[in-house]
């Protein structure tokens, strides 16, 4: 069975304290890793696709990588501002248009 | 570029009501998801439209859940009658066809008292 787990369940970062979210998967052929973003009160916000092992995308503070099991999304030198849930989702050759998301790392960025 | 766009935004309704959500796609968009977001979890899947037709339901409690897209364009769920456990926020994504990216609405927040 197709399978996502995120952890931690929630993180807690000092202004500037680089750190690092995990998502383990189980596919049975990964189509694509998804990484989105999710404030309160909104709806997932698309950060990152990740297709192949060794790939690698950054976008401001924020980098993703990938290996044949999990993702990583390193955050480096967090500001306030990027405090949210952090949702990560896989997209399988075998399941149509059907994203199977994992729980959520919740994201607190204190200054 | 207009976003997803859904309401209402927040609904609360007596168990055994019915409801129903309604959504509007980025134009051009052909594939249509409804997602429920229950509190703590990610989203799950409810049902996927290519334009007007079902590509995937196989997770939508048909007893009691209904969707349609009838001119391809936007859609409605429906619940008929509400259950207490169906409190959740009820998301509507769209993407080109074969498009690996999803684009997110802000969802509806449904509450079943």
């Known amino acids: 069975e197709d399978q996502v787990t995120q952890s931690p369940e929630a993180l807690r970062l000092q202004e500037g304290e680089s750190s690092s979210l995990n998502c383990s998967y189980t596919?049975?052929?990964?189509?694509?890793l998804f990484w989105y973003r999710q404030d309160p009160g909104k709806g997932p916000e698309f950060l990152f696709t990740l297709y192949s092992a060794g790939e690698e995308k950054e976008k401001e503070r924020l980098k993703a990588t990938l290996t044949k099991k999990e993702s990583f999304l390193h955050i480096t030198a967090p500001k306030p501002e990027d405090s949210a849930t952090y949702l990560c989702?896989?997209?399988?050759?075998?399941?149509?248009?059907?994203?199977?998301f994992g729980q959520g790392t919740e994201l607190s960025v204190k200054p | 570029e207009a976003g997803v766009a859904q309401s209402p935004r927040y609904k609360i309704i007596e168990k055994r009501q019915s409801v129903a959500f309604w959504c509007n796609p980025i134009?051009?968009?052909?594939?249509l998801y409804w997602y429920q977001q229950i509190l703590g979890q990610g989203p799950k899947l409810l049902i996927q439209f290519q334009n007007n037709g079902v590509v995937d339901d196989s997770q939508l409690p048909k007893d009691r859940f209904s969707a349609e897209r009838l001119k391809g364009v936007d859609s409605t769920l429906k619940i008929q009658p509400a259950k207490l456990e169906d409190s959740a926020v009820y998301l509507c994504?769209?993407?080109?066809?074969?498009?690996?990216?999803?684009?997110f609405g802000p969802g509806t927040r449904l509450t079943v008292l």
């Open positions: 994504a769209s993407s080109f066809v074969g498009g690996n990216e999803q684009f």
């Open positions: 596919v049975s052929g990964l189509r694509g």
């Open positions: 989702a896989v997209h399988a050759w075998n399941q149509g248009g059907k994203l199977i």
């Open positions: 134009s051009g968009h052909a594939t």
